[in-house]
Structure formats: structure tokens, C-alpha cells
């Protein structure tokens, strides 16, 4: 079945202590992309990549990492998570190497609640 | 004034009713993309489109690049069509989305 998976589905953590939450698809997809969701703010670019080893910032970038080593997964790191990473995140993925004219799918979602 | 705007912004009809969401955007674009939320949380795509009209059973979506409008129809509306609607426009490989717009239909 092809989809994009997210792990941890659910994460609380405490302020500072870095976490990953897995993102991986198996549909042989070039482009890939973070997002986050907040009330009132919807969904917010975080990171994109339209490749291996190509990675770019989108919107809100800052308290953020990510790599893409292999065409299937694209972690999210945060290396000191604070209260204000509290959020709905969200992988997808999208065929070619831009986002322009892909259509995006989208991983469950994993809620994150930084104490 | 965000770059992406939607309405309306909540939206509740009786079953069999036919639906209009809009979006109008101020930037470039690509293209522009349709989202469906449920309750549960996840996001489909339902449309992406860069001129013209697309249909998927029930579901219409028009966009006007002159005018840099996009509507989402959905006739003949039925409770499970309850979810929250999101349109996002890409361009420079980015994604830049509206605020979403919760629909709920009522038997």
C-alpha cells in the first residue's frame, strides 16, 4: 500500500531534550516536505527537500532539522525542543523534485506536546 | 493581509445542498491545491490544478488565474462530506496554505 508513515504518533517531551520524529515513504518520491499545524496559524512550511541531499527551508524553519539521506525517509530533529514546538506535524511526499506541480501526500500526523 | 485567504471560514448546510468554498491568493503561483482534513486529523489531496476546472465525482474545483481565485463546489452534499477544506498555492517550491474551512452537513 503506498503511503507515507510518521513515527512517534503521539510524543510528550520535556523542554531541551532533543527528539526525531521518522518520516518515510514508499512510493519512490524525489520531493518530501515538514509541516506543522497550529489554531489560527493552519499549516506552515517547515523544511522541503526535492532530493537526496537536497534540502531547503520553507517558512518557519528556526528550532529545526532535517536531513534526507535516502530517497524514502526525512527526519524532522529538533535538537532543543521548546513550548512553542507544541504542534500538529505533518510529512509529505510528492512525485519530481519540486512542489510546484506535485500532487502531496500526506503522513498521519504526530502530535507533539513540549512541557 | 495573509497571502492566502479563504472563505468562508465555518460553513453548515443540510444534506443534499450544493457547496462553494473560495480561495484568493496575492502571489504567483504554480499551482493550487485542494486539501481535505477529517476529524481524525489526516489530510488528503483532492485536487491540485493550474488553470481550468477538475472534477472528481461530486467534487468540482475552478481556478481563474486572471482573477487569482480558486471555488471548490460539491453537489448533492452528504454528512460525511464533514471535514475542514484547505487551499494551499505553491510556487518556488513552497507551499503556502489558507486557514482551512470547516464545513459540517447535517442530516
Known amino acids: 500500500e503506498a503511503q507515507v508513515t510518521q513515527n512517534p504518533r503521539y510524543l510528550i517531551t520535556v523542554t531541551g531534550k532533543k527528539l526525531t520524529v521518522t518520516c518515510s515513504q514508499n512510493?519512490?518520491?524525489?520531493?518530501m516536505s515538514w509541516y506543522r499545524q497550529d489554531p489560527g496559524l493552519g499549516l506552515r512550511q517547515i523544511y522541503y527537500?526535492?532530493?537526496?541531499?537536497?534540502?531547503d527551508k520553507g517558512d518557519v524553519p528556526e528550532g529545526y532539522k532535517v536531513s534526507r539521506k535516502e530517497k524514502r525517509n526525512f527526519p524532522l530533529i529538533l535538537e532543543s525542543p521548546s513550548p512553542n514546538q507544541t504542534s500538529l506535524y505533518f510529512c509529505?511526499?510528492?512525485?519530481?523534485?519540486?512542489?510546484?506541480?506535485?500532487?502531496?501526500?500526506f503522513g498521519p500526523g504526530t502530535r507533539l506536546t513540549v512541557l | 493581509k495573509n497571502e492566502v485567504e479563504q472563505s468562508p471560514q465555518n460553513l453548515t448546510a443540510q444534506e443534499g445542498e450544493f457547496i462553494t468554498i473560495n480561495c484568493s491568493y496575492s502571489?504567483?503561483?504554480?499551482?493550487l491545491h485542494w486539501l481535505q482534513q477529517h476529524p481524525g486529523g489526516g489530510i488528503v489531496s483532492l485536487f491540485m490544478?493550474?488553470?481550468g476546472k477538475k472534477k472528481h465525482g461530486r467534487l468540482i474545483a475552478t481556478i481563474n488565474i486572471q482573477e487569482k481565485h480558486s471555488s471548490l463546489h460539491i453537489t448533492a452534499s452528504h454528512p460525511r462530506d464533514s471535514a475542514v477544506y484547505i487551499c494551499?498555492?505553491?510556487?518556488?517550491?513552497?507551499?503556502?496554505f489558507g486557514q482551512g474551512t470547516r464545513l459540517t452537513i447535517n442530516p
Open positions: 509529505a511526499s510528492g512525485r519530481g523534485t519540486s512542489g510546484n506541480y506535485n500532487e502531496q501526500f
Open positions: 512510493m519512490n518520491h524525489e520531493y
Open positions: 527537500s526535492m532530493n537526496v541531499e537536497v534540502t
Open positions: 502571489v504567483g503561483i504554480s499551482a
Open positions: 490544478l493550474s488553470s
Open positions: 494551499a498555492v505553491s510556487g518556488a517550491q513552497k507551499l503556502v
